[in-house]
């Protein structure tokens, strides 16, 4: 899929094909009856990390916001875009689960890390990371990798906090109709990790008999 865009057209045309003929009474149904998620996911913009890949889901399952590190700007943030993104998928569409979604190698992460100074010369990439900076600085370590394991993790964390600096999510919260999820998708080993806000650990996905992953379709 790298070799230009004739290659996702063509893609496109393959998608096209399939639908019409495998997915036609789904898809129709989608399109006349509107959308209800079940989720609203914030990923990470990473090409390799696909929410709707990685749960099995289908088109109308996920509401999906991806940036660079997978942040959520706190309401008083001047950047308005996911939390557009999350008063419009609890304000309007109701979804009952909210999942921050990180990853292992994560290179906002890292950057944030190495304080590149590389970094000066994309202003608009030095502003949005220095969302994390508190959070990945937080969990330092000497060991480089265990420190971007431990930071990729804090930030998912940290997003999550964030997340309820919107009276709408921390009202919907106390109310009992929306769970806050967060996981961090490992890309060598295709697992997820679970975040426990009771132990404060991430625990693997496999591990997890129902747990509060969202359920089998
Ligand atoms: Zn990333």
């Known amino acids: 899929m790298s070799d230009g865009v004739d290659e996702l057209l063509q893609g496109h045309r393959r998608f096209r094909r399939k639908a019409l003929t495998q997915e036609r009474e789904f898809l129709r149904r989608l399109a006349s009856e509107g959308q209800s998620p ?15 890949l990685l749960t099995h889901a289908s088109p109308g399952d996920l509401f999906v916001v991806r940036n ?26 109701h979804v009952p689960h909210v999942i921050v979604c990180g990853h292992y190698g994560c290179g906002g992460v890292r950057a944030v890390m190495e304080q590149s100074p590389h970094l000066a010369e994309f202003p608009s990439l030095h ?35 964030h997340l309820t600096s919107f009276p ?45 992953l969202l359920q089998e379709r």
Request: with cysteine; charged share 20%.
């Open 68 to 93: 660079i590190a997978n942040l959520v700007p706190p309401l008083a943030h001047l950047d308005a875009s996911v939390g557009a993104a999350i008063e419009y998928a609890i304000g309007h569409l």
């Open 168 to 212: 709408l999510v921390a009202a919907a919260v106390e109310a009992g109709g929306l769970s806050l999820h967060g996981w961090v998708y490992d890309l060598h080993s295709l697992d997820l990790q679970v975040y426990n806000v009771e132990t404060d650990t991430f625990l693997p996905a496999s591990a997890l008999a129902g747990g509060p």
């Open 38 to 52: 079940d989720a609203l996911v914030i990923g990470c913009a990473d090409s390799r990390v696909v929410p709707e």
């Open 127 to 161: 502003e949005w990371l220095g969302l994390a900076k508190e959070a990945v600085h937080r969990v330092k370590h000497e060991d480089e990798a265990a420190w971007w394991r431990a930071a990729v993790e804090e930030n998912v964390v940290e997003q999550l906090s």
